[in-house]
């Protein structure tokens, strides 16, 4: 259909009476070409027709010989099939080492090792954390020697009827709050020794980081809440001054015995020390603080009526069952969050 239709265009403009030299077709370079061919009422089907009757499309072959025609003092061009880096990219003094190229064989020689086992001591983060917690505790120690000098000697002295009280500045507050935490902190770092020994060293949580910082926060619950029940529990049977009184030994006793149980968390995880010592000796603290809550108690409450009854009732309501339930709630929070094989 494209030969006839240019067969009948040479026909039109040909004169009559001449000569026509039949010229050899010229194969038409470029689609305008083509289409200036065609009569001006060709319809678009046509227009496609003749395009594909002209241009046969071919696989792309680039040319292999090296490129000559580049400017003086300049490398040749780059050809367009080259993927790879250039050669002296990948030659040198390391091209064949196994380390710098995963991609080659690596012969390993030997018998292959056990890996090594997580470690609280070559951990850093805990190790961090304990660094900067006795960094800021002998900051603030040396800072408030006064304060609790003054607290010493009021925990074994019995003040008069009568007697002014000192109430605590803002430092001194903070100072105080700061060891709760410290207590908390250690006391979660000690019941996360237990856990991995008793209980479990794999859990469903995604670091162990979460585990302590689950007993860190439950301690601190545990703390609080035992606050709230003194507070609750006192302000029906004793006087706001005894409760006060009895607000701030709780605090100081509990810093007492986050004092008592950080050389045993740094010895623990630095030195080996075997868990059973470290159960041992956390016992030994507990039932020593638990000597001196009971010996406040008696002072503050109970020291006029003395009722062995009474103060025995109080210490273990608000004081022993808090604990077992605390201890019995950190052993359920380790069973579930182990992984049973």
């Known amino acids: 259909m494209v030969q006839d239709s240019i067969v009948a265009v040479q026909e039109q403009t040909a004169i009559p009476g001449e000569l026509v030299i039949q010229q050899p077709a010229v194969r038409p370079r470029t689609p305008y070409q083509v289409l200036r061919a065609l009569p001006r009422d060709a319809t678009p089907a046509q227009q496609d027709s003749a395009?594909?009757?002209?241009?046969?499309?071919?696989?792309?072959?680039?040319?292999s010989q090296p490129d000559t025609l580049h400017l003086p003092g300049?490398?040749?061009?780059?050809?367009?099939?080259?993927?790879?880096?250039?050669?002296?990219?990948?030659?040198?003094?390391?091209?064949?080492?196994?380390?710098?190229?995963?991609?080659?064989?690596?012969?390993?020689?030997?018998?292959?090792?056990?890996p090594i086992p997580y470690t609280i001591r070559g951990d850093n983060m805990i190790t961090s954390?304990?660094?900067?917690?006795?960094?800021?505790?002998?900051?603030?120690?040396?800072?408030?020697?006064?304060?609790?000098?003054?607290?010493?000697?009021?925990?074994?002295?019995?003040?008069?009827?009568?007697?002014t009280v000192i109430t605590e500045t803002s430092s001194e507050l903070r100072f105080q709050t700061f060891l709760v935490m410290l207590t908390s902190l250690l006391l979660a770092l000690i019941f996360y020794f237990y856990t991995t020994t008793y209980i479990g060293d794999t859990f469903i949580l995604q670091s162990q980081y979460h585990l302590i910082a689950i007993y860190f926060g439950a301690t601190m619950g545990y703390f609080l809440t035992k606050a709230l029940l003194y507070t609750a529990v006192n302000a029906v049977f004793f006087d706001s001054k005894r409760n006060?009184?009895?607000?701030?030994v709780l605090v100081f006793i509990t810093s007492i015995e986050g004092a008592l149980l950080f050389p045993a968390v740094m010895l623990q995880t630095y030195f080996d020390l075997k868990i059973q010592n470290v159960t041992t000796y956390f016992i030994i603290v507990l039932v020593l603080v638990k000597l001196l809550t009971i010996y406040k108690c008696y002072v503050i409450f109970f020291r006029r009526n003395v009722v062995s009854l009474q103060i025995i009732l109080y210490f273990c309501t608000l004081e022993m069952i808090p604990m077992l339930a605390f201890w019995r709630a950190l052993v359920i929070i380790g069973n579930y969050l182990k992984i049973n094989f």
């Open 74 to 114: 300049h490398a040749p061009a780059r050809s367009l099939t080259t993927v790879d880096i250039p050669k002296y990219y990948k030659e040198g003094f390391f091209s064949k080492y196994t380390l710098l190229h995963p991609e080659l064989s690596v012969e390993r020689y030997g018998v292959a090792g056990d």
């Open 244 to 248: 006060v009184q009895w607000m701030k």
């Open 51 to 63: 395009i594909q009757a002209a241009f046969h499309p071919s696989e792309i072959r680039y040319s």
């Open 129 to 163: 954390l304990l660094l900067a917690c006795f960094i800021l505790a002998v900051i603030a120690i040396s800072n408030a020697r006064r304060f609790i000098a003054r607290q010493a000697k009021d925990f074994f002295y019995t003040p008069r009827e009568g007697t």
